[in-house]
């Protein structure tokens, strides 16, 4: 049974930041400024890594909020995407220990506008982003040297059955990790190995 969609949205436009509020002396870009000025922050930083993930596979277009994945490879790839780092925006008595997770999870269908019947690991290809840098004297999320990538495939997360990996893990289950000049590489190289 296939119910009728009335309210359908259209696709979201690309915005430049020029543009301005209606009632508000304000433009896109100081919203965005207000929002989302410091990098540090973990939602932020979240969506930096995945910035930098769908520009090295060279994905089209903005992120979409509730896809079960976070870029889509232009050639249909989706590749879910993680983040950590040592320091954090608040004061620290010590670094933080980095971990990552990844739990089976339901996915949206825009199409239905329903869950899936099932949860299930959702990208064929999953990257661990690191931002590797311990002290604030030398932190820039901008610099992308200071970002390490640890790339798998969904076989060796679904094996992991949603454990938390810290860094060591991490490195036996994925291997070393690349930069972000072999970052397009490695997830090319993870998608032919797992056909």
């Not at 982003?129 to 992308?144: F, G, I, M, Q």
Request: net charge negative.
């Amino acid at each position: 049974l296939h119910r009728s969609m009335t309210f359908v949205p259209p696709d979201a436009r690309i915005l430049s930041g020029q543009e301005l509020f209606d009632g508000l002396a304000a433009s896109v870009a100081d919203f965005w400024k207000f929002a989302m000025s410091d990098l540090r922050t973990n939602n932020v930083r979240g969506y930096l890594a995945e910035f930098l993930v769908a520009r090295a596979v060279g994905a089209p277009g903005p992120r979409v909020e509730w896809d079960a994945w976070d870029v889509t490879a232009p050639d249909g790839t989706r590749i879910e995407v993680k983040s950590s780092g040592f320091l954090q925006a608040w004061a620290q008595e010590r670094l933080s220990t980095p971990t990552f997770q990844v739990k089976a999870a339901y996915s949206w269908d825009t199409a239905t506008s329903s869950w899936s019947p099932e949860q299930g690991f959702n990208a064929e290809v999953y990257v661990f982003c690191l931002h590797h840098v311990k002290t604030h004297e030398e932190y820039n999320p901008l610099v992308v040297s200071q970002w390490s990538f640890y790339v798998t495939d969904r076989a060796t997360v679904e094996k992991q059955a949603g454990a938390s990996m810290g860094l060591s893990t991490l490195n036996r289950v994925t291997g070393d990790p690349v930069p972000y000049a072999g970052l397009r590489a490695a997830i090319s190289r993870t998608v032919e190995d797992s056909h």
